[in-house]
């Protein structure tokens, strides 16, 4: 079983860059697909981005193209998300996820194992 510890969440002003850990214990983590999520205050859990195991195949949400990237580095047991020019709406706990099928990630169906969230803050 996987297991997944966030880290490198706080407080940043606007146009900022912050990166995102997820540390990942068990030996088959390099064949779980991996993603990024968040959930604002009063809002519900939404999608930012998915890494195929591959490590090649990428999925952002639209609110985050071109800003931010995911990443892995499965010698490490690590995956990131390299967080730039961030606006006060990327304010929310981050969640990093792992599961073995990559099309439950954009929909947030039954994702296998959760982390337990980082929290990001955007001043403006």
């Known amino acids: 079983q996987v297991q997944l510890v966030e880290s490198g969440g706080g407080l940043v002003q606007t146009g900022g860059s912050l990166r995102l850990s997820c540390a990942a214990s068990?030996?088959?983590?390099?064949?779980?697909?991996v993603g990024w999520f968040r959930q604002a205050p009063g809002k519900e859990r939404e999608f930012v981005a998915a890494?195929?195991?591959?490590?090649?195949?990428?999925t952002y949400a639209d609110s985050v193209k071109g800003r931010f990237t995911i990443s892995r580095d499965n010698a490490k047991n690590t995956v990131y998300l390299q967080m730039n020019s961030l606006k006060p709406e990327d304010t929310a706990v981050y969640y990093c996820?792992?599961?073995?099928?990559?099309?439950?990630?954009?929909?947030?169906?039954?994702?296998?194992?959760w982390g337990q969230g980082t929290l990001v803050t955007v001043s403006s």
């Open positions: 996820a792992a599961d073995k099928t990559y099309s439950k990630f954009v929909r947030i169906l039954g994702l296998e194992v």
């Open positions: 890494n195929h195991w591959n490590g090649y195949t990428t």
């Open positions: 068990g030996r088959t983590f390099s064949r779980y697909h």
